[in-house]
């Protein structure tokens, strides 16, 4: 798809499905067929695959090519079958217009358009959309990883105020383990932001005034604060993870000790019971009339001390 706005009155509006994108400020391709790359193209900006876009490489992440900055940051999103994904979004500015590539769906795209006169940074030009943008996704992150927070909350309150069987143990594991990959991709979208903004603001001096200077430095504030709270969380997250393995262990152990002890409650009992399954001629009690009765009753009884000895010893 490809999504495309054009500037009026300090808003953006989004111009006609069928029109030509010459006379947009923002052109958004999502999942872009062949066309509409060959038509942003045609404009003179280079778009790139997704393969591009997933190099790990800083020269292909961030680049400048001719009159475009290129700058390509990972996003949390969601894929085609609405699940929760991760992926690269490029960034492509030139001196009239922006364009942005990605093939999944962060949530901030969708906002944006009807947010943009009321950022910062404005709706200026393409750098004010650029930071604009930039300022909707931050504020997105913050609220996913408010989300996790409170999450996280929710988790702890659980496992401290009230027992919870194994199973469920389990199921807090699991959602706990989850929590964690996911604050681990914020924290990427965010050192990923915090790097292309340090490179955007390489030219920002030729490029803009004052304003927008002071609305790079707030966002790169904004981005480093979110970092430290990501870190704080994923120290939640090793907490609670230690917490719901320490009872999961407890309740394995205390499972271990009943077993235990109850081999230890038959070990008397079988001991008689192999003193008398010898095969003696002569051995003690074996002519009486009740010897059966009394070795039964041995048996027994060690059981019964065994069992009151450990009561006695509370390992019971």
Known sequence: ????????DNRLHPLAPDASPEPAHWIDLHNPSAEQVA???ALGVQVPSLDDMEEIEVSNRLYREGDTEVLTVMLPGLDADKR???GPVAFLLTPTRMVTVRYHAPRSFETFPDHA?????????????FLGLIEEIVSRIADLLEGAGRALDAAARDL??????EEELKTTLRAVGKRGEELASYRLSLLTLERALTTFSLNIPKKSGQNLQSVLKAHTRDIRS?????DFLTGRVAHVTDVVLGMVNLDQSNANRTLSVVAVLFLP????ASVYGMNFEVLPGLGQKYGYLIATGLMAGSALG?????KWKDWL
């Open 117 to 129: 006169a009321l950022t910062a940074s404005g709706c200026g030009g393409p750098l004010h959309l």
């Open 84 to 86: 929760r994904s991760f």
């Open 226 to 230: 979110l970092v430290v709270h990501s």
């Open 1 to 8: 798809m490809m999504y495309a706005y054009h500037i009026a």
């Open 160 to 165: 401290f105020e009230r027992d919870e069987p």
């Open 269 to 272: 009992p079988t001991l008689v």
């Open 306 to 310: 065994t069992y009151v000895f450990f």
């Open 39 to 41: 038509a942003v193209e």
